[in-house]
């Protein structure tokens, strides 16, 4: 699923021209310059007053896809659940990605689902997940995969009932489900994970739908039960900022960036790359010392609606706080 590097600090005469091997800024000095706060004054965002998702359907969600067993790319379970996520999204705009990706290990089919609530404003949220689960007998991926993927959904719900005559009051929504974020080998590194959101990013460069897009958030692994979601060092400080202060007024602050591990690679960091403003809602303590990270243990018993429920709820306000701006 990620791959964490944490920057060590060396207190020697060679500090200045001391280097992250692993986390690496990938941005493009465009990316860097727009990723960048205009200031350092505290931004004063708007009251608003969101929906909240429906948590305990977020959680039968997960339930529902755990159920279809296994579900790594090219499986039959995985074709089923493009099915389950596409019939979910009925009202929505569907630009349907279908492409074969080749890979160390060979080649795969692959498919990004992004679903489209267009907006009364100009410019584009991202919400982001990937759906795929890691190629490991018996994994079922509640927390990868299943967690974020249902979480989406959720929100989908809510997009789509709050519509008026086909569009939403404010900005466009687009709900991107990216296929092959895991790595066919052992792990993340350049040559191999994150298709589906390299794929996405590079298409949306090229075509100007990048040029669109005010913010990205990307939610990977939010059903733990003791949910803590780090502070990433490759996400927008704005929009750390922002996500921040949706979690205020629904008490959920507590949850949010109480403590830093470095530059988490994901699936926002091609969309870094291009210049969008990114944020990496992630929980990397999944169990003591990340025990049941890519394990059978991952399983729908250690997630809780409460968790679904407060990622959603500050997603949402946060969504509803960029349109009143």
Same mark, same amino acid.
């Given at each position: 699923m990620t791959r964490i590097a944490v920057v060590l600090m060396l207190a020697v005469a060679l500090a200045g021209c001391a280097q992250d091997g692993k986390q690496g800024d990938k941005a493009t000095p465009a990316?860097?310059?727009?990723?960048?706060?205009?200031?350092?004054?505290?931004?004063?965002?708007?009251?608003?007053?969101?929906?909240?998702?429906?948590?305990?359907?977020?959680?039968?969600y997960v339930k529902e896809l755990c159920a279809m067993g296994p579900r790594p790319v090219g499986s039959a379970a995985h074709k089923k659940m493009e099915d389950y996520i596409?019939?979910?999204?009925?009202?929505?705009?569907? $630009?349907?990605?279908?492409?074969?990706? $080749?890979?160390?290990?060979?080649?795969?089919?692959?498919?990004?689902?992004?679903?489209?609530?267009?907006?009364?404003?100009?410019?584009?949220?991202?919400?982001?997940?990937?759906y795929d689960t890691k190629m490991i007998p018996g994994f079922?991926?509640?927390?990868?995969?299943?967690?974020?993927?249902?979480?989406?959904l959720a929100i989908g719900d809510q997009l789509r009932a709050n519509m008026k005559n086909g569009k939403r009051d404010g900005l466009s929504v687009w709900l991107a489900f990216f296929d092959g974020e895991e790595a066919f080998g052992a792990n993340i590194d350049d040559a191999d994970g994150l298709y589906g959101s390299k794929r996405l990013?590079?298409?949306w460069k090229q075509d100007g739908s990048a040029s669109k897009i005010k913010a990205f958030m990307l939610a990977d692994m939010i059903g733990d039960k003791d949910?803590?979601?780090?502070?990433?060092?490759?996400?927008?400080?704005?929009?750390?900022?922002?996500?921040?202060?949706?979690? $205020?007024?629904?008490?959920?602050?507590?949850?949010?960036f109480t403590s830093q591990r470095g530059g988490i690679i994901d699936d926002h960091i091609a969309f870094k790359d291009i210049g969008v403003p990114v944020v990496d809602l992630i929980d990397f303590e999944y169990?003591?010392?990340?025990?049941?990270?890519?394990?059978?243990?991952?399983?729908?018993?250690?997630?809780?609606a409460k968790s679904l429920g407060v990622v959603g709820d500050t997603m949402l306000q946060a969504v509803w706080m960029l349109d009143a701006r």
């Amino acid at each position: 699923m990620t791959r964490i590097a944490v920057v060590l600090m060396l207190a020697v005469a060679l500090a200045g021209c001391a280097q992250d091997g692993k986390q690496g800024d990938k941005a493009t000095p465009a990316a860097q310059a727009q990723s960048a706060p205009a200031s350092t004054a505290k931004i004063e965002w708007p009251r608003v007053a969101a929906p909240r998702i429906d948590q305990n359907r977020a959680f039968q969600y997960v339930k529902e896809l755990c159920a279809m067993g296994p579900r790594p790319v090219g499986s039959a379970a995985h074709k089923k659940m493009e099915d389950y996520i596409v019939s979910h999204l009925q009202g929505a705009q569907i $630009e349907d990605d279908r492409f074969v990706q $080749e890979a160390p290990q060979g080649k795969y089919p692959l498919r990004n689902i992004v679903a489209k609530f267009p907006g009364t404003k100009d410019g584009v949220i991202v919400l982001g997940s990937h759906y795929d689960t890691k190629m490991i007998p018996g994994f079922v991926g509640a927390n990868d995969g299943a967690s974020s993927t249902a979480l989406l959904l959720a929100i989908g719900d809510q997009l789509r009932a709050n519509m008026k005559n086909g569009k939403r009051d404010g900005l466009s929504v687009w709900l991107a489900f990216f296929d092959g974020e895991e790595a066919f080998g052992a792990n993340i590194d350049d040559a191999d994970g994150l298709y589906g959101s390299k794929r996405l990013a590079a298409k949306w460069k090229q075509d100007g739908s990048a040029s669109k897009i005010k913010a990205f958030m990307l939610a990977d692994m939010i059903g733990d039960k003791d949910l803590d979601l780090l502070s990433d060092t490759n996400s927008t400080p704005w929009l750390l900022e922002l996500i921040t202060a949706a979690a $205020e007024p629904l008490g959920n602050q507590s949850h949010f960036f109480t403590s830093q591990r470095g530059g988490i690679i994901d699936d926002h960091i091609a969309f870094k790359d291009i210049g969008v403003p990114v944020v990496d809602l992630i929980d990397f303590e999944y169990g003591y010392q990340n025990a049941f990270w890519h394990t059978t243990e991952d399983t729908p018993d250690k997630l809780s609606a409460k968790s679904l429920g407060v990622v959603g709820d500050t997603m949402l306000q946060a969504v509803w706080m960029l349109d009143a701006r």
